[in-house]
């Protein structure tokens, strides 16, 4: 991946790009540009041979104007302060486009999970979970799975927390298993919501997705679920990839295919009936759609010159450089964000937080309807705010519908002595 773009400096390019067609004071474009608090923790975990490790973990709480800072925890070799930061800027943001009532906070610990045992994982977790206990709770600040963590590390911070509190607070963390107050369709959530804003954009911007070929980049929760779902509406998957390689059928991928070899060999590489490709050249095939669905930073400049995409649909946080977005709008290539296209996650945590809330479980096709409504929703009010304020591309709309929600309910909190 190209590393030319630190993360919370994109965000901050992404921000001030939006602020300058809003009348916003400096010292309030400041305070949207940083995070309200920082926490940074070297935690020490007893390793199963009775060793002591240490772990660097951060949480960031970006801005809690709208509500309770929202957001995952990711555990990878490359989670950075910055990095964390980036992540939790772009929650307020995405909260705010698909109008959720939620802050944004982010959270991750620099590990790489495949080199440590289960037991070590839930010591690790539990760890992280105590010291987070004074800054969570599900009215302050609500972790949800991000990369490498998910139902089972929700289950184990819950457990933790509901432990030290001596209470039972399922809304304290989103994403859990359903059996542990987890909402239906919350899995599939961030997948759905990509698919459902290719869709409308197809449908906006073409004649529609069937048939439209599709490239995804990164095969895990995020982009396995939209090439299962795009499939679905029609579209042609023609390659996926992961860390180690991609997978190419200019036919179209049998999706379920590709996922059970993967189960089974750890990668989509040398799937049945698959020719092998490059990670390089799935961002840069001649497809109707682009979905990079893996790390930030993925497309820099030279690939965005080199893509032959005709669209963009962000699944990852931040995939584009601020550069490649430059050219890829110069190139009139449209972008649609990942504050909008992978929202289906928060969304779907939002719901599952609300069910919680009133110990009410809703059945999956509410879920997926009440999604729908939301991104679809979402995305009319990106192309209005585009076409009103006239804008240079999608990103920048939507950064302008979501700053000015956050601005109101500032300006609405008034002042604190
Ligand atoms: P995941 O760990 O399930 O999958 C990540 C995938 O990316 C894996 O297939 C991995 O092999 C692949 N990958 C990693 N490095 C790669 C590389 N250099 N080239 C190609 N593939 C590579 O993670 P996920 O939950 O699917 O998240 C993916 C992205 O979506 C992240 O940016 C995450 O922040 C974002 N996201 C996820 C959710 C969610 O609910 N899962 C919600 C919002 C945003």
């Known amino acids: 991946m190209g590393q030319e773009a630190n993360p919370f400096e994109s965000l901050q390019v992404q921000i001030e790009d939006a602020a300058a067609y809003l009348d916003i004071d400096a010292g309030v474009l400041e305070r949207l540009k940083h995070p ?11 390793m199963d041979d009775g060793s002591l490790e240490r772990f660097r973990a951060f949480r960031s709480q970006f801005n809690g104007d709208r509500g309770p800072y929202k957001g995952g925890i990711r555990y990878h070799p490359g989670v950075t302060r910055d990095e964390v930061k980036a992540l939790s800027g772009w929650m307020v943001y995405k909260c705010a486009v698909v109008d959720v009532p939620y802050g944004g906070g982010k959270g991750g610990i620099a590990v790489d999970p495949g080199g440590y045992s289960v037991s070590e994982l839930e010591r690790l977790t539990r760890s ?4 987070l206990r004074p800054l969570i709770g599900e009215d302050v600040d609500i972790p949800a799975p991000d990369v490498n963590t998910g139902q089972r590390e929700m289950n184990w911070i819950k457990d933790t927390y509901e432990t030290l509190e001596n209470t039972t607070t399922p809304g304290v963390v989103t994403g859990k298993a359903p059996s542990s107050g987890g909402s239906l369709g919350r899995v599939r959530a961030t997948g759905r919501s990509v698919m459902l804003t290719a869709r409308e954009a197809f449908a906006h911007l073409h004649d529609g997705i069937e048939d439209a070929t599709v490239a995804i980049q990164g095969f895990g929760n995020a982009g396995y679920v939209a090439a299962d779902l795009l499939a679905d509406e029609g579209a042609t998957v023609v390659a996926v990839s992961d860390s180690r390689g991609a997978a190419h059928d ?15 060999t750890g990668s989509v590489l040398n799937a049945p009936d698959t020719e092998s490709w490059t990670n390089k050249d799935v961002l840069t095939a001649d497809v109707d759609l682009l979905v990079p669905a893996a790390l930030e930073n993925a497309i820099d400049k030279q690939t965005a010159r080199e893509t032959s995409a005709g ?5 990852a946080n931040g995939p584009l450089t601020p550069a490649a977005d430059d050219i ?3 190139r009139g290539i449209p972008v649609f964000p990942d504050i909008l296209a992978n929202a289906g996650g928060v969304t779907v945590s939002y719901f599952e937080w609300v069910q919680n809330r009133q110990r009410f479980y809703w059945t999956e096709s509410r879920v997926n309807d009440e999604l729908e409504r939301a991104i679809t929703e979402a995305f009319d009010g990106l192309v209005e705010t585009r076409e009103q304020y006239d804008l240079p591309n999608y990103r920048t709309a939507a950064y302008v519908v979501a700053i000015r929600r956050v ?10 002595p």
Do not use: I, Q
């Not at 992280?128 to 010291?131: D, Q, S, Y």
């Not at 669209?311 to 699944?315: F, H, L, N, R, S």
């Not at 601005?407 to 604190?416: F, I, N, Q, T």
């Open 36 to 46: 309200e608090r920082v926490l940074e923790l070297n935690l020490s975990v007893e």
């Open 128 to 131: 992280f979970a105590t010291e």
């Open 250 to 264: 200019p036919h179209g991928l049998d999706v379920e295919a590709v996922k059970t070899h993967k189960r089974e």
């Open 311 to 315: 669209m963009v649909v962000e699944a």
């Open 328 to 330: 890829l709008t110069e």
């Open 407 to 416: 601005l109101d309910a500032y300006r609405e909190g008034g002042e604190w």
